[in-house]
C-alpha cells in the first residue's frame, strides 16, 4: 500500500498530491503548520496542537475550512489509512490558490492538507551521548515584527539559522535575539538547569510556545518537583548552566553538552535531562487521543 495524503477532504496517493504554483502558500508562505507525533497508537497532545494551529491562522486572518472536530478526525482518518501507530503528521493549512499580488483577498479558499510518515531527527546516540550546538549571527525575528507564537510556513529566518550550523557541521544552531539574550534554536525550544533550577526563555524574547516544552515544564514542577523559571539568559549562562536540553514535537527531550566549543558541566548528559527524557516518553505512552 503507497503512502496516502490529506488533501482538501480527500486521500490522495501521494504522488497525485499537488496544489497549485498559485497557492500563497507556496508563492509567498502564507499559511500555518503543525507537526505532532503519534505514539503507540495514540496522537500525543493533538488537542493542544488544534488550538495553537487555529490561534495561529485567527492571528493572521486565516480561516480554516474545517472544525477542530472535523479537523481532529481529518488527523487520526491520514494516521489509519496510512496504518501508523507511531509517527509524525504535519498539518498544513495554506491561503489558497490566488493571483501574482500579495492581497490574500483574492484567494477565494484555504487548502488543507495533512501528511503522516516517520522521522527520526537526530540518531539514538546522541539521546545518550548529548548534541553539540553554535551560536550563529542570524539573529531571531524580531516579535514586534512577527509574533513567534503564529506558526507559520514563513520559516526563512530558522532556514538561514539552521545553513550557517551546517556549514559548521553541527546538527543544531542557537539563535540569539537583537538585545543577545537567548531565544532558541532552529526548530527546538531550549531549558537550563542551575542549582537544580530549571530555566526557559520567556516568549517575549521571540520564542515559539511549544508543546513539548510546556509538556517538559509541567513534568519538571509535578514529576520531579523542580522551580520552574521563564527569564532571559545570555550565552555567558549556558556556557556556565549545570545541565542543558532541548525539547521540541520531532526532537523530544535531547541533551547538550557543548556550546561553542565550550563543555556544559561534565560534558556529559545531567541527572535532571535524563530524568526528564525518561519521564516524558513515560508520558507520551499514557496520554493523547487513540487512532484505533
Known sequence: MGQKIYLDGKLVPREEA???VYDHGLLYGDGVFE????????VFRLSQHLDRLYDSARAIALKIPLTKEEMREAVIKTLRANRLKRG???????RGEGDLGLDPRNCRKPSVFIIADRIKLY???LYKKGLELVTVATKRNIPEAIDPRIKS???????LAKIEAGLQNMPEAIMLNTDGYVAECTGDNIF????NVLIT?????GVLAGITRQAVVELAVNRLKL???EEVFTRFHLYNADECFLTGTAAEVIPVVKIDGREIASGKPGKITNKLMKEFRELTRNEGEEIY
Open 123 to 125: 540518531p539514538e546516540e
Open 192 to 195: 537550563i538547569v542551575k542549582n
Open 18 to 20: 499537488k496544489i497549485s
Open 201 to 205: 526563555p520567556p516568549f517575549y524574547v
Open 88 to 94: 509524525y503528521v504535519r498539518l498544513v493549512v495554506t
Open 35 to 42: 507537526g505532532i507525533r503519534a505514539y503507540d497508537g495514540r
Open 153 to 159: 510556513l514563513n520559516y526563512l529566518n530558522n532556514i
Open 227 to 229: 522551580l520552574v523559571r
